[in-house]
């Protein structure tokens, strides 16, 4: 108890200077002794800059944190910018996870001005771009080690990755394109019941689920069913530093762990989009025998008169598309996930975002692309 009596107890210096302030901290910082308060260190003053320096500091704790913690919130919440270079890197990382843990309460941060807020932001966008770049062009070349040595490719995780995505996906994918094409189909039969046009039902549901609505609904729903799965097993595995430990033994995590996924989900999504076609339109013929009392018979004659293989065609690729974007999407943000079970959950979250955003982008370009071409 003498001991820590004798020791130095934590100090903080305010220096004034031309620029701002230099907060210097020092002594012995104990979660068990009375810390400092900034509020009474500050004073009424409102300098423009507020350094913080470290170096005279013998021992600290959460305590030490707190108080960086605390200006750091002051500086926020009166725009003023805090220069945190002085301190050590560990101390800015656990500072960063305190932050993070308090983003709800924290201020919104006004001590950078509007052009250091966007160029920042640039770098931030510019190094996210590069990592994506990186990812896809990592993919590329393990798929082209694919074509040349398929003996090498990993087929049993493939396989069981395609009843993951495929087979035990059918029942979630039927209930939503049956559920699809029933609503298609009632929208327009009360619309072509004013004109007389009640056979035209089986047209209108017959091409829209196959040009557009069958791959697109199966696409949704592997985006929040696989994708997200991708990414929290992939997160996971790198929070348990798992994918570390493959990379040390020499072993590449794409060709290890990516490419079986993402070729699983290229091969069964057009299979599950063609699944889906079929159940919209029989979701549709249902509706047509209820509500209009077509015979399934004539439904399906003028079904197959509008619908040729260049409507079957389109519909595949959009789906070969959209699965390759999805495990791309699941793939790149469990690599990217943080080393904690928050990290792994908002990776799948992230998944699932980018994966329907990338749906829907590249949905508006075949729409465009394909009414050029005449397809």
């Known amino acids: 108890m003498s001991d820590n009596a004798d020791q130095p107890q934590a100090r903080v210096t305010v220096q004034p200077g031309a620029q701002g302030c230099a907060v210097i901290l020092a002594g012995v910082w104990r979660i068990t002794a009375a810390p400092p308060r900034w509020a009474e260190c500050v004073g009424k003053e409102k300098p423009a800059r507020v350094k913080v320096v470290m170096d005279a500091v013998e021992r600290w704790d959460s305590s030490l944190l707190l108080f960086i913690f605390e200006v750091q919130q002051w500086c926020r919440a009166d725009g003023v910018h805090c220069d945190l270079e002085a301190v050590p890197a560990k101390v800015r990382t656990l500072l960063g996870q305190l932050v993070a843990s308090h983003e709800t309460s924290v201020p919104f941060d006004r001590s950078e001005n509007f052009l250091t807020s966007v160029g920042l932001a640039t770098q931030d966008a510019w190094k996210k771009a590069r990592e994506i770049i990186a990812f896809v062009g990592e993919c590329v070349i393990s798929a082209w080690r694919l074509v040349r040595m398929p003996h090498k490719f990993r087929w049993r995780d493939c396989v069981d990755e395609m009843q993951q995505c495929g087979a035990m996906a059918l029942p979630i994918v039927s209930l939503i394109s049956f559920l699809v094409g029933l609503i298609m189909a009632y929208q327009a039969a009360v619309q072509l019941r004013q004109f007389g046009a009640d056979i ?146 908002r990776a799948a979250t992230s998944a699932v975002v980018t994966a329907i955003l990338l749906i829907i982008v590249s949905d508006a370009f075949f729409a465009v692309a394909f009414n050029i071409l005449g397809l």
């Open 200 to 345: 035209y039902v089986a047209d209108l549901v017959g091409l829209s689920v196959v040009r557009e609505m069958g791959p697109m609904m199966a696409a949704i729903v592997l985006a929040g069913r696989t994708g997200a799965a991708f990414a929290a097993t992939l997160g996971n595995m790198k929070a348990n530093e798992e994918i570390d430990a493959l990379a040390a033994l020499g072993i590449s995590p794409v060709d290890f762990l990516v490419l079986p996924r993402i070729v699983a989900l290229g091969l069964m999504m057009p299979l599950l989009a063609l699944y889906a076609n079929c159940v919209g339109i029989l979701g549709g013929m249902i509706v047509a025998l209820g509500v209009l009392q077509i015979p399934p018979a004539a439904y399906w004659i003028e079904t197959q008169s509008i619908i040729d293989l260049s409507d079957v065609n389109t519909g595949l690729f959009k789906a070969l598309t959209f699965g390759l974007l999805i495990g791309l999407a699941g793939c790149l943000r469990g690599l990217q996930a943080d080393r904690s079970a928050a990290g792994v959950g």
